[in-house]
């Protein structure tokens, strides 16, 4: 599986740095600029993410304005809104930045400071992209996928409510057997005599039930469960250490990768365990990996705080995996809701908009689009593009009022409309390559034309 190059600004040497530094240093202002938190002061002179626009009243004004209506999403729970700002990631340079995305920007900075927040005008804006520099993409996300509700004054409440179920659900599924036996011991040892020395610490043979010993092989076994549970498990941590490779964010031996690695492989076993009837599937650690990216970064550090990023991940990774949950299932690959049907919708729409490309890829070369589209639907265009081309993508995807996998299908028939030329020159070596490893795009052009045919079959 080959992955297009990472831009240099994602592997800057700033995601190197503690995981509660890591969201205050994404948007550096300029090549100068030194940023200082609690912990360390950093002077970065290469790091300039593509796409940082600052809203036009910040741009002109080195502090952060406490009463500015825009700065209060720096906090969505409306805490510390100021108090890491420091014109950070507000004042991003601004040269080669297109009007409409600074006009974009403020819309949503607007948008998104009104008590209510209109779920519509929200999704028409940000479908056209959602720039860095605000660092807002997280609390757009969140309200895309249902995980924050349009009125402000009940997101405390909510993210509360929620951290606190997630932390459930690891005490719950992800304790060892080991420790639900030594919880055990501890409750039976208190009830003894704490005056004899055989009542301390050890159990009794008839003091283990048949669930808690680690020969049983009943169903219902805590220890019988646990070993069935290890090879997703295994294959989980597998899947987790190669993800985005040639990200700092996700791979190597620092703090923060390694801190990274394990809340991804958290939120995975906590949804398997959660959902018997799909468990683990390979892919979905590729699913994951820009939810994560995204909420860690969080320029807000109480957001982006490790415990809360994972929960709050793991709510909108479920959310977002419901849409697309059938495609997982095996049983359900030949059904009309299973990933063959799918593609074979995804065949059907190149055929409306395009029949002689159609049938020169399906007919004459007799190129399967399960050979391509597979990957490119199961994985939501994770593997296509770069990572920050995917999030640009996945901004347009969220924003779909209907769930994301009809936009992704007219991306997808996008994809091959592009490079139509190419395709109709070629033979089935040459094409099968072509759309296993497709070229780079520009990203706005592409969702473009997949917005074209929206409003053509809307026609």
């Known amino acids: 599986m080959v992955r297009k190059r990472v831009p240099d600004w994602l592997n800057s040497s700033l995601w190197s740095t503690t995981p509660a530094d890591d969201g205050l240093h994404r948007y550096s202002p300029s090549p100068t600029t ?19 626009v600052p809203p036009p009243a910040a741009a002109s004004k080195p502090q952060s304005t406490p009463t500015s209506p825009k700065l209060e999403i720096r906090d969505p729970v409306n805490k510390n809104s100021n108090n890491n700002s420091g014109g950070n990631d507000q004042n991003g340079d601004s040269s080669g930045v297109s009007p409409d995305d600074i006009s974009r920007q403020a819309q949503l900075l607007a948008e998104l400071s009104k008590k209510v927040i209109n779920m519509w005008e929200l999704r028409r804006i940000a479908s056209q992209g959602i720039p860095d520099g605000a660092g807002i993409r997280s609390t757009v996300w969140k309200l895309l996928l249902g995980y ?17 179920q997630y932390r459930h659900f690891k005490e719950e599924l992800l304790m060892n057997p080991s420790e639900i036996t030594r919880r055990l011991e501890k409750s039976v040892g208190c009830d003894n005599d704490e005056s004899k020395p055989e009542g301390r610490g050890l159990l009794s043979r008839s003091q283990i039930t ?31 250490m190669r993800t985005h490779p040639d990200m700092h964010f996700f791979s190597g031996d620092s703090q923060l990768a390694k801190f990274n690695q394990d809340a ?27 939810l994560f990216y995204v909420f860690k970064n969080d320029p807000d550090v109480e957001m982006a705080l490790q415990a809360n990023a ?7 990774f479920v959310e977002l995996l419901s849409g697309f949950r059938d495609h997982f299932c095996q049983q359900l690959d030949n059904s009309n809701v299973g990933i063959r049907s ?8 190149l055929k409306e908009h395009d029949e002689e490309l ?11 689009p399960q050979f391509y589209a597979f990957r490119w639907i199961t994985l939501l265009l994770t593997q296509e593009f770069n990572f920050a081309d995917s999030l640009h993508i996945w901004d347009t995807l969220l924003s779909d009022p209907e769930g994301p996998l009809e936009t992704l299908l007219r991306v997808c028939c996008a994809m091959l409309i592009l490079i139509r030329r190419r395709l109709l020159a070629g033979d089935f070596t040459s094409n099968l390559k072509l759309l296993q490893h497709y070229p780079s795009a ?18």
């Open 148 to 164: 924050l509700p349009p009125d402000r004054s009940q997101w405390s409440s909510e993210l509360a409510k929620k951290r606190s």
């Open 264 to 290: 991804m492989r958290n939120i995975l076993i906590v949804f398997a365990k959660l959902n018997p009837g799909i468990r683990y599937v390979q892919g979905m650690n590729e699913i994951l990996a820009p």
């Open 358 to 368: 159609w049938r020169h890829l399906e007919v004459t070369t007799k190129v399967n």
């Open 210 to 240: 048949h669930g808690e010993h680690p020969l049983s092989l009943g169903k219902s076994s805590v220890w019988n469960q646990f070993f069935q549970d290890s090879e997703i498990i295994e294959q989980i941590d597998r899947d987790v």
């Open 310 to 316: 994972e929960a709050d991940t793991f709510f909108c």
């Open 442 to 459: 520009n990203i706005s052009h592409l969702l473009y034309v997949a917005n074209k045919l929206r409003t053509q079959a809307i026609g």
């Open 342 to 349: 799918t593609i074979t919708r995804l065949s059907q729409l």
């Open 34 to 52: 030194t940023t200082t938190t609690s912990s360390a002061t950093v002077s970065e002179p290469t790091l300039q993410p593509p796409a940082t």
